[in-house]
């Protein structure tokens, strides 16, 4: 199982980036999925996650301007993020427990996109 994230980028404050991130191979079924980051010098972070049934759970810091949802049909999950500020510049990375059709319960990472936010 991998996870491919597509989206990052350099922003001006204020502006907007949408993150994606798409998980294939020996997938049965896909648990908590969800949007970490890590900004140089600090430690990983939990921005946000999403459970099969769609509940969500924000980091206070990014609650009212990031959203994240998810295409169960796709094995997908998107984060929006607006009204970027510099302090969010970091490296975005998601994260799936995903069942695989051995029934193995595994937590998936993948290899992270930068989020560069500067005027």
């Known amino acids: 199982v991998q996870l491919v994230e597509s989206g990052g980028g350099l922003v001006h404050p204020g502006g907007s980036l949408r993150l994606s991130c798409a998980a294939s191979?020996?997938?049965?079924?896909?648990?908590?999925m969800g949007w970490y980051r890590q900004a140089p010098g600090k430690e990983r972070e939990l921005v946000a996650t999403i459970a099969r049934g769609a509940s969500t759970n924000y980091a206070d810091s990014v609650k009212g301007r990031f959203a994240i949802s998810r295409d169960n049909a796709k094995n997908t999950v998107y984060l929006q993020m607006n009204s970027l500020k510099p302090d969010d510049t970091a490296v975005y990375s998601c994260?799936?427990?995903?069942?695989?059709?051995?029934?193995?319960?595994?937590?998936?990472w993948g290899q992270g996109t930068l989020v560069t936010v500067s005027s």
């Open positions: 994260n799936a427990k995903v069942r695989t059709y051995t029934l193995t319960l595994v937590e998936v």
């Open positions: 191979g020996s997938i049965f079924s896909i648990n908590d």
